[in-house]
């Protein structure tokens, strides 16, 4: 199994900019798709981006497009979230996510909390007004 570890997370200011970063230990994760979600204080976890096995592909929310970057590096198993323009509505605790059931090959869309087998525990972002 592979483990995940969200870091970069914190207070900034509306307007401002964080870069999250996942890192993947205990099994590659170069050929899975991974996805970042985030969860709001009495919300649901709601999808934020996504990015195919070989950065190809990527997906954003409407709420974040043009607004956040994903990409990975996969000789460091990593993934990382840019995140510019931060409003307070993008308060939350952000979680990286992938699906260790098949490789990626078809960099498929995949938005659902259901579509993903491995979660990290989660970095805390506020955004003050």
């Known amino acids: 199994q592979a483990q995940l570890v969200e870091s970069g997370g914190g207070l900034v200011q509306a307007g401002g900019s964080l870069r999250l970063s996942c890192a993947a230990s205990?099994?590659?994760?170069?050929?899975?798709?991974m996805a970042w979600f985030r969860q709001a204080p009495g919300k649901e976890r709601e999808f934020v981006a996504s990015i195919s096995w070989n950065g190809g592909r990527t997906d954003y929310a409407d709420s974040v497009q043009g607004r956040f970057t994903t990409s990975r590096d996969n000789a460091k198993n990593a993934v990382y979230l840019q995140m510019n323009s931060l409003k307070p509505e993008d308060t939350a605790v952000y979680y990286c996510a992938t699906d260790l059931r098949t490789p990626d090959w078809s960099q498929a869309q995949k938005r659902e909390v259901s579509d993903y087998t491995t979660w990290g525990q989660g970095t805390q972002v506020t955004v003050s007004s």
């Open positions: 205990g099994r590659p994760i170069t050929v899975y798709h």
